[in-house]
């Protein structure tokens, strides 16, 4: 019988247990632990795809909780820790011969001990391995080829953004210029992107859309996430979800409107102001370099006439922790009552949530997860702010 399960499948490691950096730029407490923690107990997700496994240190943590035996390996792949299954992921730089990058993209295996030998083998094609997201020095079809000869998923990550992704620096066109397209699992669209958006780019197509928090601390974790049907959560489950396989299939997205990232909208990189026509100089400052937004690369790459294949509904949804007004204490006293935050967004009426919170809380959470608050757009690196409707 078939299932349906959340996913946040880009989710980072800040630090290990003895305080080393993995990512850098994540927060001090976003450790393994804590992941797991806040996952189940307080996001309830059933999948999360940790993509900063290939690090010596995290696995030697996995390998830890495993003989401590509050980590069980899945003969599915993955593995459960209570009630969330960790599916051990990896994201690399690629920026090859040919000036393709940076390109970031995501590595997913069914063990550690398949993760701890893509680890060894990444460490002799860069130079860090203990860090997140560093640049592997191979092409790109190389690094596909090693992670479906291990049985992985491979997905190109946060595809539309300016740094650092497949489309966004404006130097490739089409996929088939760094990647093998027979070897690509999924697609990441990204913050600043959503599914009806990308419905001109024939090329992506064949391939199951992902949206992902790619959290850098604890709140952020499922501020992008999606529901799976599976037959239970596990690696293999997912991979037959990404291929539509005997009925296993993403059947919805949830995440922020586009206009909330921080490059939904092209923006001057000297005075920061909004250019949403096309200029060869800042109307404001008259400086010529701008941060083009992802609404504008994605029309560059559109074809038109193009009709995109049914795709699942992306539903536009405002994390418990971006509303305003809506603070630590009220969340915590719905957490106490609810359980979850997907049994809050999903689960809980606005009845029963007035039962716990204001009558004012209620509604603006109601607004929130409809996707009907106000918002002013984003763009050039500073996110779209959250207005509070009427």
Known sequence: MLKHFYADLHIHIGRTESGRA???TGSKNLTLKNILH???????LDLVGIIDCHSPEVIKELEQLIEEEKVQELSGGGLRYEETVLIPGSEIEIYDENCHGPIHVLAFFPTLNIMK????WMSKHLKNIHLSSQRIYCDGITLQLKVHELGGIFIPAHVFTPFKSLYGKGVVRSLTEVFDPHKIDG???GLSSDTYMVNGISELDPYTFLTNSDAHSLGKL??????IQLKEANFQELKMALQQKDGREVIANYGLNPKLGKYYETVCANCGEQAKETFQRCP???????IKGVSKRIKELSDINHIQRKRPPYIHQIPLD??????????????DVFGTEMNILHQVSVEEMQQVISEKHAHTIDLARKGLLKIMVGGGGTYGKIQQGD
């Open 222 to 227: 499922a501020r992008e996430y999606q529901k």
């Open 284 to 290: 404001y400052c008259g400086k010529e370099h701008f």
């Open 187 to 189: 697609i990441e669209l």
């Open 38 to 44: 806040t996952a189940t107990s307080r996001k309830g």
């Open 22 to 24: 993995v990512k850098i």
């Open 322 to 335: 971006f509303i305003p007004g809506i603070g630590p204490k009220t969340i915590d006293k719905m957490l």
């Open 117 to 120: 030998r893509f680890s060894n």
